[in-house]
């Protein structure tokens, strides 16, 4: 039996150095999936680059969040990559459910097998629309989502395919979006189910020289960002029907 809504304990695993986001993520996850910030933890892999699989001890459910200070192709520089992914695997084996956003799909990409792309020029940013596959029509989160659906989606880095033996959920023409890990309650996502178009607009400025050419591009993006209210329900899909109806 699951434990009621209000006693759920989450442990998000964030790749943030700056602060202001650090606090937005919290919130964004939060808002979007109706607990209370108090509801969910942090471990930030900054702060504690070298963690076992014993700190999920106590939580129902892992959350990894985004980065765009780390890549996942640059283990000297992010020893936390290691620790990061041997609690994917761990969280895979023991059915700890698991909700990864964009550098959380890419670290579980790549602690199943799965090899990642590095994009200079030409990737992904804004709100773009996103396909379904077949299989998302039998998937607890996407079964009711309209296909295509809008998602904030801002990446350097992806995967053509979903790791062996995973089911491909989602995709676009330059990448897989989501995969599920077949009869285990764990999901990755490319795109930003906890990202709003106002949040976009606040990251991109933020990060304008990773993902922006000029003030000039910058604007261009900002002009074309839309609300992607479908992906936004996600979070709340995974609570109510993984952690609160395990069934």
Not at 95 to 120: K, N, T, W, Y
Not at 190 to 196: A, K, R, T
């Amino acid at each position: 039996m699951s434990r009621p809504e209000s006693e759920l304990k989450i442990l998000l695993i964030q790749i943030r150095r700056h602060s202001r986001v650090r606090r937005e993520e919290h919130e964004s996850f939060a808002s979007f999936s109706g607990l209370k910030r108090s509801q969910i933890d942090i471990l930030n892999v900054f702060d504690t680059p070298r963690f076992k699989s014993d700190v999920l001890n106590g939580y129902d459910a892992v959350l990894v969040g985004g980065a765009s200070e780390a890549s996942v192709l640059e283990p000297n520089e992010n020893p936390f990559l290691d620790s990061g992914m041997d609690l994917m695997r761990f969280c895979a084996r023991t059915s700890v459910p698991v909700f990864a956003s964009c550098f959380g799909f890419q670290l579980a990409a790549q602690a199943f097998g799965r090899q990642v792309i590095r994009d200079e020029h030409d990737f992904e940013r804004g709100s773009i629309p996103i396909s379904l596959s077949d299989d998302a029509g039998m998937d607890p989160l996407f079964h009711d989502t309209p296909d295509p659906f809008l998602a904030v989606s801002v990446h350097r880095e992806r995967v053509l395919d979903p790791p062996d033996g995973c089911t491909g959920l989602a995709y676009t023409s330059n990448c897989c979006h989501a995969f599920r890990i077949p009869d285990r309650p764990f999901w990755a996502f490319q795109f930003h189910p906890e990202v709003n178009r106002d949040t976009l607009i606040e990251r991109l400025t933020i990060y304008k020289r990773e993902y922006t050419t000029s003030d000039d591009h910058l604007e261009e993006v900002l002009a074309a960002v839309r609300e992607t209210p479908e992906s936004n329900l996600l979070i709340r899909k995974f609570v109510d029907r993984v952690l609160l109806d395990p069934s």
